[in-house]
């Protein structure tokens, strides 16, 4: 089989902060939701595993994983698995950072996003710092927030030099053209971000060499799409794996519209898409 790049998003929904503009329904997990999503990670894990064929994987919990052992060790442990090229994870960097010293640096990374009002800058700078000291390859996003501009110019000047800053457009605020100019300065792509890409029809890898996974192992093409590919412990979802078109009318999010064929972002972040490291970063 060919290379499979894998979405997993377990139940997993409790998170340490409680940003405003953050789309995601946050909840506080009971023990018993705790130990469902460990089930869930684990059995995940052990079936990347056991297959033949390379595999990547980016976690994209709705709360923040790296707070919970169960995702530093399953990171640790794919990292270490020869068919996995990469294994990475969104997170808000709260967590210590000393656990990525079990991992093969050559294949962990990190999508990590600050959040102004959430952790003290230099709390968060410091951590970056200790990322690039460890060789932890990882690239650094804010929200496109009116009032965090001054905060990303901030952190900007003081992330080490070649990690990448993202900027993602705020939840449907509409920017006009002086409002983007500031935020592109940050963030060459920022572009990408700054409007929905229409894909209603248009050629797209997931549901084909990309797929998304939650924690009862339903496939679905991508995390936006909602009709369901089949399973992937019993193996249905290889038969529906083909190249398609969008159904959707427009796509608004980059681990979606990472994957449209029209955008050329492929191109763009080669060697760390998963990441969101553009292709010659250090």
Not at 54 to 81: I, K, M, N
Request: proline content about 7%; hydrophobic content about 35%.
């Amino acid at each position: 089989m060919r290379h499979l790049t894998i979405l997993y998003r377990g139940p997993l929904a409790s998170c340490d902060y409680d940003c405003p503009y953050c789309p995601f329904a946050k909840r506080r997990d009971t023990p018993e939701q705790l130990r469902a999503d460990r089930t869930a990670l684990e059995r995940f894990t052990e079936w990347v595993a056991a297959q033949d064929h390379p595999v990547s994987v980016l976690f994209t919990p709705w709360g923040e994983g790296l707070v919970r052992s169960w995702y530093r060790r399953a990171l640790v442990r794919l990292s270490h698995l020869p068919h996995v090229e990469r294994a990475a994870i969104q997170t808000n960097l709260s967590h210590r950072t000393s656990w990525t010293a079990d991992a093969d640096l050559d294949t962990l990374a990190l999508w990590t996003t600050y959040h102004p009002g959430q952790v003290e800058h230099e709390r968060f700078a410091a951590k970056c710092r200790d990322l690039a000291a460890r060789g932890v390859r990882f690239s650094v996003g804010v929200v496109g927030q009116p009032e965090h501009l001054d905060a990303a110019r901030r952190l900007r000047a003081d992330l080490p030099e070649g990690v990448y800053l993202w900027v993602n457009a705020a939840e449907g605020r509409t920017y006009t053209d002086a409002e983007a100019a500031g935020w592109q300065a940050l963030d060459p792509l920022f572009s990408y971000s700054r409007r929905p890409h229409p894909s209603r029809g248009l050629p797209c890898r997931t549901g084909d060499t990309v797929v998304s996974v939650d924690g009862d192992g339903t496939v679905r093409r991508c995390h936006f799409v909602p009709a369901v590919l089949g399973n992937l412990y019993d193996g249905s979802f290889r038969e529906a794996l083909r190249p398609r078109g969008c159904p959707l009318a427009e796509c608004d999010c980059h681990i979606g519209y990472v994957h449209l064929e029209a955008t050329g972002l492929y191109d763009v972040f080669r060697g760390g898409l998963l990441e969101r490291i553009p292709h010659g970063a250090p």
